[in-house]
């Protein structure tokens, strides 16, 4: 896969244009690789005849061609009259707990974790239930999941692949988190965007389809903006399994939670249907990616770790054992001239960590971990 500095520098896209041009910026989660060229020349089409009007044909398709690009993936179905498209994967997780719950509900989740998860429960006025995953394993806790719950807690918010340790869980952790939520009567809102960027011949599991105890109690998340890099697509599926969510739902009317634009849907149908060869091109760089920076930064005893990420292309370091580890991110950015996600809005207890995305040229990664050693190793 190639990366075009001068493009990267030209991208009005926030990952390239937030810092100075000196910094080199491996936070927010976009890759550096340009989108599947069947994506570029879909969207080019539409630029070529100023095809700008009211064009529902792809919208309409998102859902078959999800569910589809499942199917061919992941080797399950989701029935196509319980799908909903939505603007974005966050907006799904939201309406779906906000229709599941009270303000003052308790809602589950498994820190750290992607930001917008917390800021969720807290802006609808639920209560965080928050769930500390224990490095270096980050593995599923089912005694401290359980020992958190109580009878206001009615909602889990899950992330397989999880973001930000690379986790994928296990057919026996699925196994013990289902007993526990059908114990407890919650619903499961499960955030599968990472789902395509699995490696080593890990199978992404869905939770939906893995255990049947969940499947009347489940919504899943899918969408293209990750493994396809189209964030800007705006475009989300999900499957809303359970009923009591569904029956809510479609209390609203159509245009409630809003439509996909007609450029994402193209863009998202085009990735689903016809990106599958740019995306395992993609999927053996950044395996390859994730290899050289987990040896470069565990062999170099500098105190700084990275646990093996077996999906995403996000390495969760771990800078307790560095003179960084009072706030990594800010140093680096002022020391080292590189821009991290900071651990600290992953978790409360994250201060130490922080987040790279490794998506981009081996140029590129090879010159921030350089940067990163050098300067913890100052
Ligand atoms: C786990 C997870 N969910 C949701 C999102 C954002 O998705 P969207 O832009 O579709 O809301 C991200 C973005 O990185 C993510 O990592």
Redesign the pocket.
């Known amino acids: 896969m190639k990366t075009d500095e001068r493009r990267l520098r030209a991208l009005k896209g926030l990952k390239w244009s937030k810092y100075d041009k000196d910094v080199l910026p491996a936070w ?2 976009d890759m550096d690789f340009a989108p599947a060229p069947e994506i570029v020349s879909v969207i080019q089409e539409m630029v070529d005849l100023a095809d700008f009007g009211y064009r529902y044909h792809d919208v309409d398709l998102l859902i078959s061609a999800w569910c589809d690009w499942v199917d061919r993936s992941h080797g399950w179905r989701p029935p196509l009259d319980e799908c909903l498209t939505f603007t ?4 799904a ?1 939201e309406a779906a707990m906000v229709l599941h719950s009270e303000p003052g509900d308790g809602v589950v989740l498994f820190s750290p974790i ?1 930001q ?1 998860f917390r800021t969720a429960i807290e802006q609808s006025k639920r209560k965080v239930v928050d769930v500390y995953l224990q490095g270096p394993a980050w593995e599923f806790d089912g005694n401290r999941f359980e020992d958190a719950l109580d009878s206001d807690t009615r909602v889990v918010l899950f ?1 397989q692949p999880h ?1 930000p340790t690379g986790r994928v869980y296990t057919q026996k952790e699925i196994d013990e988190f289902a007993g526990i939520v059908e114990d407890h009567d919650l619903l499961v809102i499960s ?1 599968e ?2 789902a395509d960027l699995t490696f080593d011949g890990i199978k992404h599991l869905s939770l939906y389809p893995n255990n049947e105890r969940l499947q009347d109690r489940t919504v899943t ?1 899918g ?1 293209a ?2 493994a396809f890099n189209l ?1 800007g697509a ?1 475009c ?1 599926v999900a499957h809303i399994a359970s009923s009591t969510v569904r029956e809510e739902l479609e209390k609203f009317p159509e245009h409630y939670f809003g439509l996909n634009s007609s450029f994402g849907a193209a863009a998202t149908v085009a990735a689903w249907t016809v990106g599958e060869s740019w995306l395992q091109e993609v999927r053996i760089q950044i395996e390859e990616n994730r290899n050289y920076l987990h040896s470069r930064i565990n062999d170099e005893s500098s105190g700084l770790s990275m646990h093996l990420p077996q999906a995403t292309y996000l390495a969760w370091l771990d800078f307790s054992n560095t003179r960084l580890a009072d706030n990594p991110s800010k140093r680096l950015l002022e020391e080292a001239k590189i821009a991290l996600e900071p651990g600290s809005k992953f978790g409360t207890q994250c201060g130490s960590y922080a987040r790279l995305n490794f998506a981009t040229s081996r140029n590129i990664l090879e010159t921030i971990a350089d940067r990163i050693l050098k300067t913890v190793n100052q």
């Open positions: 927010v989660a974005s994967s966050i907006s997780l992607y917008p992330c973001n955030d965007i990472w998340i969408s903006s990750k964030a705006r989300s």
